[in-house]
């Protein structure tokens, strides 16, 4: 389900900006797959801003972290939290191509002034989700070529991000232990 959180979260921040605007003043983005962009096959998907899950990783930077927490004098070990990359495509799907570029363009644009999200600035953020950071993902040609090919999609103006750190709390508690003190010494 963190995926999709993920997802849904951007896909209405990106729509709350459009609703919000003088120029769209709608609704824009759509979570789609890519195969479905065709205008004839999915109505929904025209004159919207495709938002389309690429690519999954875990965030290696992370990897190492534990599971143990200290409180009330005990250590918890639980699951270590996990992060991952989540990659996106935002594809401009509108019946006038000037129309895509101009969708895409507001969308970089807005996403550009707002590409970290925490509970702090963003309370509709999933409490399974601690941050997201957004940023551009630089693909050559070739590897745009190969993505849309992969998903038997013809081409539409769009560009890649990956979305950083979404952390999944592993709060199950396995085991509580309790900390070495020279009272629980002179118990043993």
Known sequence: MILFYCLDFIKHTLNAHFKNSARWGSEKVVLTSLSTSNQNVDP?????????????????????????????????????????????????????????????SDAINYLQGNHFFDHSNSPTLSTHIEKLSLSILDRDISEMVHIWSAHGAQYLPSLAYRSRIVVIDGSEILETVPELSSNNLRKG
């Open 44 to 104: 929904d998907s025209k004159d919207k801003l495709l938002l389309t899950l690429v690519n999954i990783s875990q965030e290696t930077t992370l990897k190492n972290l534990t599971g143990l927490t200290s409180s009330e004098g005990a250590f918890k070990r639980g699951n270590p939290p996990q992060s991952f990359n989540v990659d996106f495509l935002l594809s401009a799907n509108c019946s006038k191509y000037e129309e895509s570029i101009k969708l895409l």
